[in-house]
Protein backbone atom coordinates (compact mmCIF):
# COMPACT_ATOMS: atom_id res chain seq x y z
CA UNK A 1 0.00 0.00 0.00
CA UNK A 2 1.47 3.52 -0.69
CA UNK A 3 1.64 6.71 1.08
CA UNK A 4 0.93 8.71 -1.82
CA UNK A 5 -2.48 10.59 -2.19
CA UNK A 6 -4.72 9.62 -5.11
CA UNK A 7 -5.85 12.42 -7.43
CA UNK A 8 -9.42 11.73 -9.41
CA UNK A 9 -8.42 11.43 -12.94
CA UNK A 10 -10.83 11.62 -16.10
CA UNK A 11 -10.35 8.86 -17.97
CA UNK A 12 -9.97 9.83 -22.03
CA UNK A 13 -12.45 7.34 -23.14
CA UNK A 14 -10.49 7.09 -26.40
CA UNK A 15 -7.08 6.35 -25.28
CA UNK A 16 -5.65 2.41 -24.74
CA UNK A 17 -2.38 1.06 -23.38
CA UNK A 18 -1.01 -1.70 -24.42
CA UNK A 19 2.15 -3.06 -21.91
CA UNK A 20 4.05 -5.41 -23.73
CA UNK A 21 5.45 -4.58 -27.45
CA UNK A 22 6.34 -8.31 -28.50
CA UNK A 23 4.35 -9.89 -31.31
CA UNK A 24 1.27 -10.60 -29.84
CA UNK A 25 1.42 -6.63 -28.44
CA UNK A 26 2.29 -4.96 -31.63
CA UNK A 27 -0.29 -6.82 -33.21
CA UNK A 28 -2.77 -5.67 -31.48
CA UNK A 29 -2.08 -2.39 -31.19
CA UNK A 30 -1.92 -2.11 -34.97
CA UNK A 31 -5.68 -3.70 -35.07
CA UNK A 32 -6.58 -1.07 -32.68
CA UNK A 33 -5.00 2.03 -35.00
CA UNK A 34 -6.92 0.08 -38.20
CA UNK A 35 -10.20 -0.07 -35.72
CA UNK A 36 -10.13 4.14 -34.99
CA UNK A 37 -11.84 3.29 -31.86
CA UNK A 38 -8.96 5.51 -30.39
CA UNK A 39 -7.34 8.59 -31.04
CA UNK A 40 -4.62 8.17 -29.16
CA UNK A 41 -2.21 4.25 -28.38
CA UNK A 42 0.20 4.56 -25.44
CA UNK A 43 2.75 1.47 -26.15
CA UNK A 44 4.85 0.47 -22.72
CA UNK A 45 7.94 -1.98 -22.69
CA UNK A 46 10.67 -3.00 -20.60
CA UNK A 47 12.62 -2.01 -23.47
CA UNK A 48 12.17 1.24 -24.20
CA UNK A 49 13.72 1.32 -27.62
CA UNK A 50 11.30 -1.65 -29.12
CA UNK A 51 8.24 0.70 -27.81
CA UNK A 52 9.11 3.67 -29.84
CA UNK A 53 10.32 1.50 -32.94
CA UNK A 54 7.02 -0.47 -32.50
CA UNK A 55 5.07 2.74 -32.23
CA UNK A 56 6.91 4.78 -35.17
CA UNK A 57 6.09 1.28 -37.62
CA UNK A 58 3.16 1.36 -36.42
CA UNK A 59 2.30 4.96 -36.94
CA UNK A 60 3.29 4.99 -41.02
CA UNK A 61 -0.41 3.53 -41.25
CA UNK A 62 -2.46 6.39 -39.60
CA UNK A 63 -2.79 7.77 -43.26
CA UNK A 64 -4.86 5.07 -43.87
CA UNK A 65 -6.75 5.23 -40.49
CA UNK A 66 -8.50 7.97 -38.22
CA UNK A 67 -5.80 10.48 -37.15
CA UNK A 68 -4.49 9.57 -34.24
CA UNK A 69 -1.55 9.72 -31.56
CA UNK A 70 0.82 6.51 -31.09
CA UNK A 71 3.53 6.83 -28.92
CA UNK A 72 5.90 5.05 -26.10
CA UNK A 73 5.25 5.98 -22.58
CA UNK A 74 5.15 5.11 -19.59
CA UNK A 75 2.94 4.24 -16.70
CA UNK A 76 2.10 7.50 -15.60
CA UNK A 77 0.11 7.49 -19.15
CA UNK A 78 -2.17 4.53 -18.02
CA UNK A 79 -3.80 6.50 -14.99
CA UNK A 80 -6.40 8.29 -18.03
CA UNK A 81 -6.56 5.37 -20.47
CA UNK A 82 -9.70 3.97 -20.90
CA UNK A 83 -8.40 0.68 -21.73
CA UNK A 84 -5.26 -1.50 -20.73
CA UNK A 85 -4.38 -4.45 -22.53
CA UNK A 86 -1.04 -6.48 -21.13
CA UNK A 87 0.29 -8.46 -23.56
CA UNK A 88 3.94 -8.73 -21.61
CA UNK A 89 5.72 -12.03 -21.32
CA UNK A 90 9.11 -13.82 -21.72
CA UNK A 91 10.25 -15.35 -24.51
CA UNK A 92 10.20 -19.03 -24.82
CA UNK A 93 11.80 -21.73 -26.03
CA UNK A 94 10.18 -23.63 -29.36
CA UNK A 95 6.97 -25.61 -27.47
CA UNK A 96 7.01 -23.90 -24.24
CA UNK A 97 4.16 -22.23 -22.44
CA UNK A 98 4.82 -18.47 -21.65
CA UNK A 99 4.04 -19.38 -17.89
CA UNK A 100 6.27 -22.33 -17.93
CA UNK A 101 9.45 -19.71 -17.02
CA UNK A 102 7.71 -18.57 -13.69
CA UNK A 103 6.49 -22.34 -13.18
CA UNK A 104 9.81 -23.41 -12.93
CA UNK A 105 11.63 -20.31 -11.35
CA UNK A 106 13.72 -19.13 -14.28
CA UNK A 107 12.25 -15.44 -14.14
CA UNK A 108 10.21 -13.97 -11.42
CA UNK A 109 8.06 -10.69 -12.47
CA UNK A 110 9.26 -7.33 -12.44
CA UNK A 111 8.60 -5.93 -8.78
CA UNK A 112 8.29 -2.29 -10.05
CA UNK A 113 5.78 -3.40 -13.24
CA UNK A 114 3.14 -5.40 -10.57
CA UNK A 115 3.24 -2.37 -8.15
CA UNK A 116 2.35 -0.11 -10.72
CA UNK A 117 -0.13 -2.37 -11.91
CA UNK A 118 -1.75 -3.12 -8.47
CA UNK A 119 -1.85 0.34 -7.97
CA UNK A 120 -3.53 0.83 -11.02
CA UNK A 121 -5.94 -1.42 -11.09
CA UNK A 122 -6.96 -0.58 -7.14
CA UNK A 123 -5.60 -4.37 -5.69
CA UNK A 124 -2.41 -5.56 -4.13
CA UNK A 125 0.37 -6.97 -5.27
CA UNK A 126 -0.81 -10.38 -3.73
CA UNK A 127 -3.91 -9.82 -5.59
CA UNK A 128 -2.16 -9.57 -8.62
CA UNK A 129 0.26 -12.46 -7.37
CA UNK A 130 -2.28 -15.13 -6.39
CA UNK A 131 -5.85 -13.94 -8.47
CA UNK A 132 -8.75 -15.77 -7.07
CA UNK A 133 -6.57 -17.19 -4.30
CA UNK A 134 -6.57 -14.42 -2.32
CA UNK A 135 -9.98 -13.86 -2.47
CA UNK A 136 -11.67 -12.68 0.64
CA UNK A 137 -14.75 -14.14 2.08
CA UNK A 138 -18.06 -12.16 2.82
CA UNK A 139 -19.28 -13.34 6.64
CA UNK A 140 -21.85 -11.42 6.22
CA UNK A 141 -25.12 -12.53 7.63
CA UNK A 142 -23.20 -15.24 9.89
CA UNK A 143 -23.08 -15.48 13.04
CA UNK A 144 -20.12 -15.21 15.52
CA UNK A 145 -19.80 -18.90 16.25
CA UNK A 146 -20.38 -19.46 12.42
CA UNK A 147 -17.08 -16.97 11.76
CA UNK A 148 -15.19 -18.88 14.61
CA UNK A 149 -16.17 -22.16 12.95
CA UNK A 150 -14.52 -20.53 9.57
CA UNK A 151 -11.61 -19.71 11.36
CA UNK A 152 -11.00 -22.74 12.44
CA UNK A 153 -11.66 -25.05 9.55
CA UNK A 154 -9.20 -22.04 7.33
CA UNK A 155 -6.69 -23.30 10.14
CA UNK A 156 -7.06 -26.69 9.77
CA UNK A 157 -6.89 -27.05 5.95
CA UNK A 158 -4.16 -24.61 5.96
CA UNK A 159 -1.93 -26.89 8.70
CA UNK A 160 -3.53 -30.13 6.59
CA UNK A 161 -2.00 -28.44 3.37
CA UNK A 162 1.43 -27.42 5.46
CA UNK A 163 2.64 -30.79 4.20
CA UNK A 164 1.80 -30.97 0.61
CA UNK A 165 3.60 -28.05 -0.42
CA UNK A 166 6.62 -30.20 -0.89
CA UNK A 167 4.84 -33.34 -1.66
CA UNK A 168 2.07 -33.14 -3.71
CA UNK A 169 1.16 -37.16 -3.24
CA UNK A 170 1.55 -37.18 0.59
CA UNK A 171 -2.25 -37.69 1.89
CA UNK A 172 -3.52 -35.94 5.07
CA UNK A 173 -3.45 -38.29 8.55
CA UNK A 174 -7.17 -39.80 9.50
CA UNK A 175 -6.79 -37.42 12.32
CA UNK A 176 -6.79 -34.58 10.27
CA UNK A 177 -9.40 -35.54 8.37
CA UNK A 178 -11.76 -36.34 10.94
CA UNK A 179 -10.83 -32.74 12.06
CA UNK A 180 -11.64 -30.85 9.12
CA UNK A 181 -14.90 -33.72 8.63
CA UNK A 182 -16.09 -32.12 12.21
CA UNK A 183 -15.54 -28.48 11.56
CA UNK A 184 -17.43 -28.84 8.39
CA UNK A 185 -20.14 -30.70 9.69
CA UNK A 186 -20.44 -27.77 12.75
CA UNK A 187 -20.61 -25.44 10.26
CA UNK A 188 -23.30 -26.37 8.55
CA UNK A 189 -25.84 -27.93 11.11
Known amino acids: MSNKTSAVVKTNPRKAVMIGCGFVGSA ?3 ALMQSGLFSEIVLIDADKDKAE ?3 MDISHGIPFARPMKIYAGGYDDV ?3 AIIVVSAGAGQKPGEASIA ?3 NGRIYPNLQTAACMADCFGVSIDYL ?3 EKAAVVSVDGLTDEQ ?3 MTELTRALRQQNKGRRGNPKSTPTPERQELVFKRVAQFLK
Open 129 to 131: ACG
Open 28 to 30: SVF
Open 147 to 149: INL
Open 53 to 55: GEA
Open 79 to 81: ADA
Open 101 to 103: KYE
